[in-house]
């Protein structure tokens, strides 16, 4: 790839982070909502601290999920047809527009991720020894469910179903790679480390990342 296709890709990114930093949905709305929703669980269950710990990593990874859709779902709706036509008219390469709008959101997952994990080990009391391999896991979640989000979002702008379509787009598709991430961190425990399940999840990502790009110019010409 060029050295063209990196800077309108890093450009099309500091677009986006920068409308992060202005509207601050992240730091402001959704941790806090994603606090809110990882403290419901031993309020439903009650402070029983085995079932927490054994359920605590596969509730983490529900609620990044959730957070995905969401963030997916905003991008659709704050992006107009007009601000998509002027995208176009710039000349800026679709494949590139989708790489640099998969950045943005990873680095926003993975910030999201950092701070519910915290949450999560205060809260659940979690097992910490499997933990290492969450420098591995998050960062491949976060890129994973950044192109799936970013793909359905463009699906959906090409259909007359606009935002509303992004969640089942998402959702399904995002199921075998939140239970490789969670079996990931379980399978420490059980079996002292397996790999089989960040090679899954290392697979998962590559195969979106080539649909993504695949798809970047079709998808831009039927909107």
Not at 20 to 45: C, D, Q, S
Not at 94 to 113: D, H, I, N, R, Y
Not at 166 to 195: F, K
Not at 200 to 208: G, S
Request: no cysteine; charged share 15%.
């Amino acid at each position: 790839m060029s050295d063209r296709f990196w800077q309108q890709a890093f450009a099309v990114a500091r677009r986006d982070l920068d409308r992060e930093r202005r509207a601050g949905e992240v730091t402001w709305v959704m941790i806090p909502f994603g606090a809110i929703a990882l403290l419901l669980v031993p309020l439903a269950i009650g402070i029983n601290q085995d079932v927490l710990s054994r359920i605590g990593t596969g509730m983490l990874f529900v609620v990044v999920l959730l957070f995905g859709v969401l963030t997916a779902v905003r991008r659709t709706s704050i992006e107009t047809p007009e601000q998509r036509d002027l995208i176009a008219l710039l000349g800026i390469d679709p494949a590139a527009e989708f790489t640099g709008k998969t950045m943005a959101s990873a680095f926003l997952l993975l910030v999201f991720q950092i701070a519910m994990g915290a949450v999560a080990l205060v809260l659940y009391g979690l097992d910490i020894s499997g933990w290492a391999w969450m420098i591995v896991v998050m960062p491949l979640t976060a890129v994973g469910l950044a192109e799936l989000g970013t793909v359905s979002a463009s699906v959906a702008a090409s259909t007359n179903a606009g935002p509303a379509l992004v969640p089942l787009l998402v959702t399904p598709l995002a199921i075998p790679l939140l239970l490789a991430a969670t079996q990931t961190v379980e399978s420490v425990d059980r079996e002292g480390g397996n790999l089989t399940w960040p090679v899954l999840m290392a697979v998962v990502v590559l195969v979106l990342a080539i649909v993504g790009v695949a798809t970047a110019r079709p998808l831009q010409e039927t909107r």
